[in-house]
């Protein structure tokens, strides 16, 4: 694909995500404040340099009138951005309902609380009409912006019938679909009302991408299992159709995390924090507060190690940055409460006149804020319950090149499969063991420190998310070549 001054174009790609990059915040009747919001996939995709790409995507709030619509639509445009609007009925029961409140948990191997059962099990066929619905808003959309030659990349599992939608409207659309989550074992898997449906459609895509191997694994052998297919080395086979599933484990952008930690502003800020905590060891857990991130247990493994080692007690600080995330869901909302009830024991327990051994926040840390703290941590903390892959340890990491800090990280996060080596891995529901482990990371002797963290640095920074972009549109354009030949022979 060439410009007309020779040089080769950018491809064009449509990222289909359910939440755009940026947040909106309504300022007038048609005037509209735009933010960067954290998370994973937006960390990620922020890496997607190499592309002429555009976000589709919800913009998190209901905008009922046109005027509106419209004008959130133009700012968009600006971000290479275009919304889809639902509305709140849509909201509550494709979002909070059948993304969050079936496929999110049971992706993550936890049960549905009991007394949500009978709901859930209630209202599953209309929410499962919602996200078929509101798959079919998402399909409008890109089908409106497509151009040929276009590669659509679908996202995550809030979009498992975008691929088939696409595929019917149009055969030769390039569609790939890569999920975030974990993909579970299809023992969990067939225990959804609609497991055959959901797998069918995204099998419509070309390439189907996951974190790690084991989740590619999971998906074939529901697919063999569950509809009764062939799973070939290359991915499953319907028909003569090949679907290829691969594991494309997603990375940072490192640069951006080493460049801010020179700026004079973030070395300020490690100065203060460094002042402030001087004496005591640094210990940091940043996530979003959900249940999968493990933050009880977590807390409840620290309580059990100053418990165990009564010399370490003032001599220590954990900081736990916990952005709030589905405010509105009351399991999010007793997770909220549960975390402040132990915390607040916790320092009630061991806390002194002039200091607390845990400083929890509920809130989003702005990126520079974050780098300095990251940088100034001897110990991370990451204690997923189960994690697709887990950007935080990555991004620690990245900015750990003076301070060669210790990572303690769940098996059950993805990224265990690639920092296995260099972090200390534990399982999360061992409250004896995780409090084990942060008494051996905070006593690790300097060259042990640095020889995990060459490992784990080593790792981040050749694994980027760009790298992981461009891989994965590339085997997606390398796909669909490969499929063309075998038609025709
Ligand atoms: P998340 O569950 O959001 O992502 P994670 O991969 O750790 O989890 O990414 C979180 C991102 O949000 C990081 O970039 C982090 O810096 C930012 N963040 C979290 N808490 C913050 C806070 N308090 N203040 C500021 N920033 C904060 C999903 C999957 C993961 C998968 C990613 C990418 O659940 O398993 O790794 O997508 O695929």
Redesign the pocket.
Known sequence: CKRQDGRPSKQRLLVVANRLPVSAIRRGEDSWQLEFS???????LLGLKEFDAKWIGWAGVNVPDEVGQRALTNSLAEKRCIPIFLDEEMVHQYYNGYCNNILWPLFHYLAIPQEDRLATTRSFQSQFDAYKKANQMFAEVVKEHYKEGDVVWCHDYHLMFLPKYLKEYNNKMKVGWFL???FPSSEIHRMLPSRSELLRSVLAADLVGF?TYDYARHFVSACTRILGLEGTPEGVEDQGKLTRVAAFP?G?DYERFTRALELPQVQNHMKELKQRFAGRKVMLG???L?M??GIPQKILAFEKFLEENPHWRDRVVLLQ???PTRTDVPEYQKLTSQVHEIVGRINGKFGTLTAVPIHH?D?????HA?CALYAITDVALVT?LR???????Y?FVACQASNKGVLILSEF???AQSLGAGAILVNPWNVTEVAASISYALDMPADEREKRHQHNFKHVTTHTSQEWAATFVSELNDTIVEAQLRTRQ
């Open positions: 954290a998370g994973g996939l937006v960390t990620a975030h989550t974990p974190h997603i940072i940043v996530d979003r959900d999968i991130k940055i916990a952005v926040l809130r989003s840390l702005d990126f974050l997923s994690d697709g892959m887990n950007l935080v340890s991004e996060a993805g990224a």
